[in-house]
């Protein structure tokens, strides 16, 4: 991160601050390499935007109580094509079967159309995940410990990892915030990334979920290759060359029309 210029380098911090909700100075200054005051400014002007506000140390996510409070997630944008792409996800899932469903929006589309499934489990951390297929009768739904993460209504850290150290699953459901053929996967922040890596460790057939819109962006930090992934499933708008490059790489596509 040594050299980011200011406004890119705010708007990773955004990124950051809404994938977790909150930040702290020494936190973003280690991660970024510049000064705790370079942060203060950054902060400052973030808060002048009105997305954030600052506190002792840090700033949190000004929609964290509302989002918290209705069981909303964060990031809704682009839904028509996460519903596409949650509908053909949806439809790989058999009754019976053990899945694993990673935190977000795509993948909280997938679990709303599997509500018809019957005798799931389903391994997840996330609360709203949770509550939805919770909801069915017959399904089995479980759920690591961990730290509280509001903006996607999730559990993470390192307990959660733990937990998913020791399972199995026939098919993991995986979001990202960016995927690249170079850059591979990337995430907002460092909290997941041990997670995700446990999660895939603990799937047969891992299934990345993503938008056209992500395809050829990175973000703050990496999980892998994407030879970490078998299948990928977006929609439509993806471009013909991208789809062939990604096949290229031994990954199945499944496109979402």
Do not use: C
């Not at 839904?79 to 899945?99: C, F, H, N, P, Q």
């Not at 992934?229 to 490059?245: E, L, P, S, V």
């Amino acid at each position: 991160m040594v050299g980011l210029l200011s406004e890119p380098r705010r708007r990773r911090i955004l990124d950051w601050i809404q994938e977790e909700g909150a930040a702290r100075v020494r936190d973003l200054a280690a991660a970024f390499q510049v000064s705790e005051a370079t942060i203060r400014q950054d902060l400052e002007r973030l808060e002048q935007d009105g997305a954030i506000t600052r506190e002792h140390g840090g700033a949190f996510l000004n929609s964290v109580p509302t989002q918290v409070g209705t069981m909303t997630l964060h990031h809704q944008e682009n839904m028509d094509r996460k519903r596409r792409i949650g509908a053909l996800a949806a439809s790989l899932v058999e009754d019976g079967e053990t899945i694993i469903l990673d935190a977000g929006t795509t993948t909280t589309e997938i679990a709303t159309r599997l509500t018809a499934r019957r005798n799931l489990t389903v391994i997840t951390n996330a609360l709203n995940i949770a509550v939805i297929l919770g909801a069915v009768p017959g399904n089995a739904v479980h759920m690591p410990g961990g730290q509280f993460k509001a903006p996607t209504l999730s559990l993470s850290g390192d307990k959660a990892a733990e937990y998913f150290r020791s399972i199995f699953a026939g098919k993991l459901f995986l979001a990202t915030a960016g995927v690249a053929l170079d850059a591979g996967l990337t995430y907002p922040s460092f909290a997941d990334l041990q997670l995700k890596e446990a999660m895939i460790k603990a799937a047969s057939r891992v299934y990345l979920v993503a938008d056209s819109t992500k395809i050829g962006k990175s973000s703050f930090t990496r999980l892998g290759s994407l030879e970490l992934i078998h299948a990928f499933i977006t929609d439509d708008g993806i471009a013909d060359a991208d789809a062939k490059a990604f096949q290229s790489r031994g990954i199945e596509m499944l496109i979402a029309g």
